[in-house]
């Protein structure tokens, strides 16, 4: 197959702390059936990450947000690439966050049997290089936005 045609990035990400945005989506999907975070800040120190959530989690469930986030890290799961088509998508891709201008061929990030999506940023090769992943503080707003501040140790 000739090497497909992707849109320029613009970010030099780190790859564990991107990586773990992956994870910690796909967590969050499994944990509370939303959808991909909109609004990510992802850096080597400390991230921040947000979703819409109808009701506040409890204590406990963000604890079990980090024990599963962990869990998963310690697999040692592979971190693969492949190509496809905008029509020929698994159908738990969600494109709804691709620019305007996104490439009819999309390189998609499948990490194990625990995630993919449709992603061309920096990532590590195995979820053990990512480290442990630690919650050092959340919130939750008055407009239902949940919050995760977290690091990498």
């Known amino acids: 197959m000739e090497e497909p045609i992707l849109n320029d990035h613009n970010k030099q990400e780190y790859p564990p702390s991107h990586t773990a945005e992956h994870l910690l989506n796909q967590t969050m999907i499994r944990m509370f059936g939303c959808e991909r975070s909109r609004n990510a800040h992802i850096e080597r120190?400390?991230?921040?990450?947000?979703?819409?959530?109808a009701e506040c989690p409890t204590e406990e469930q963000v604890q079990e947000i980090e024990r599963r986030m962990n869990e998963v890290i310690a697999q040692g799961l592979p971190v693969t690439y492949e190509f496809a088509t905008r029509d020929n998508l698994p159908p738990e891709v969600d494109t709804s966050k691709l620019p305007d201008d996104a490439s009819a061929t999309l390189r998609l990030v499948r990490i194990g049997d625990y995630d993919v999506c449709a992603c061309i940023g920096a990532h590590v090769e195995n979820t053990r290089e990512?480290?442990?992943?630690?919650?050092?503080?959340w919130r939750y707003d008055e407009h239902g936005v949940f919050r995760i501040v977290f690091k990498l140790v």
């Not at 120190?45 to 959530?53: E, M, N, T, V």
């Not at 990512?130 to 503080?137: A, C, E, L, Y």
């Open 130 to 137: 990512i480290g442990i992943f630690k919650i050092n503080s």
């Open 45 to 53: 120190k400390k991230s921040k990450i947000s979703w819409p959530l």
